[in-house]
């Protein structure tokens, strides 16, 4: 089964602004256009974001438009539960841990410093990526 990706709203907001390398940029691309999955908190921080460009906004809400969005349950709740128990970090970012882990994909982010404390949690920071 191929890998699947599940992206984080930082790492939404530099590839749509192109604040990532190119490489990074390329590495992004090729994942969206087979798979785009978000968090339904990516989606609040997306639509609630005020960018010093309104323009911005508009190309955050068509990004949301052709992605997957993964809404809260059971197995995710209770996830969250235990990473913000086990790491203490901010709930947000702990339902979007317990997403990736729920539904087996490989986070893309770049918050090294709290995503790499969440044991078995596939995760992969753009700035790093390989692009083939």
Request: aromatic share 10%; hydrophobic share 45%.
């Amino acid at each position: 089964m191929a890998e699947r990706y599940l992206m984080d709203t930082s790492a939404v907001i530099k590839y749509l602004n192109q604040t990532f390398s190119s490489k990074a940029i390329r590495f992004i691309d090729k994942i969206i256009d087979e798979d785009c999955n978000i968090s339904f908190i990516s989606e609040i921080e997306l639509q609630s974001w005020q960018p010093p460009n309104e323009d911005d906004l508009n190309v955050y809400k068509q990004f949301i438009t052709v992605s997957t969005i993964f809404s809260i349950d059971k197995n995710i709740t209770a996830t969250t539960i235990e990473i913000r128990k086990k790491y203490k970090i901010k709930i947000a970012d702990a339902i979007i841990a317990a997403t990736a882990l729920t539904n087996s994909f490989t986070l893309i982010a770049d918050n090294d410093k709290d995503f790499l404390k969440v044991a078995n949690l596939k995760y992969l920071n753009p700035r790093n990526a390989i692009v083939i």
